[in-house]
């Protein structure tokens, strides 16, 4: 009867949460129910809620919970929100999971990065960035022709940016008009050549939502 009820609530919830939410609803620190989207955490019925996530959150704060997760927790990162409610007597927590880059499409991007070349400051529009780094704890980005500095973090930009942009590697985002060509490294790895000649590693962390957003 409790698996039918679930099964119920995860269609009338996908009827109006994006067709590429997963939904995951956990009770007493394990998960329960879970109903697999585009972007998929697979996540196991019976599972431990894992510290750091939302589900973990929501359930210690008591109240919604609407935040980015780094890639450590599953092993992916994911954008999401997490509810409070009860099962019969039971506290649980109602999950949507997102793509990372949800909150990028959800909200209106920045049209412009400013940044430090010498000694002074930049507006350059985000289209002549072709990728941004963070390195030696800050931020750089890079146009056909200058490197800057700028005081924004790459967990911050990845909020921001338009969609275009594509985080790769936790030290890297990459705007998806400058890519060459996709290629392996001799770890077998996927490596992206920019058209400047640039070669940005891909984690294994994103491999799957890079393959999900470039369609190879």
Known sequence: MENTILEQMGFIIGDWIPKEASIAIAVEGSYIYYKAGVHDLQIREGQAVLPGSIAARAKKEGQRIEMFVEESIFGTPYYGIGYPV??????????????????????????????????????????????????????WFYTDDEAYCAIHTL?????????????????????????????????????LTLRDGSILPVSQNYTASVRERLGF
Do not use: C, M
């Open 86 to 139: 009860k099962l019969g007597e039971k506290e649980s927590v109602l999950v949507i999971i997102l793509p990372p880059d949800y909150l990028v499409r959800k909200n209106k991007p920045i049209r412009f990065l400013t940044g430090k070349y010498e000694d002074t400051w930049r507006p350059v529009s985000v289209n002549k960035v072709s990728h941004i780094e963070s390195s030696q704890k800050k931020t």
């Open 155 to 191: 967990k911050n930009l990845k909020h921001q940016l338009p969609d275009s942009f594509l985080p790769i590697h936790r030290s890297y985002i990459v705007n998806i008009d400058y890519i060459e060509e996709i290629s392996r490294d001799i770890a077998s790895n996927y490596q």
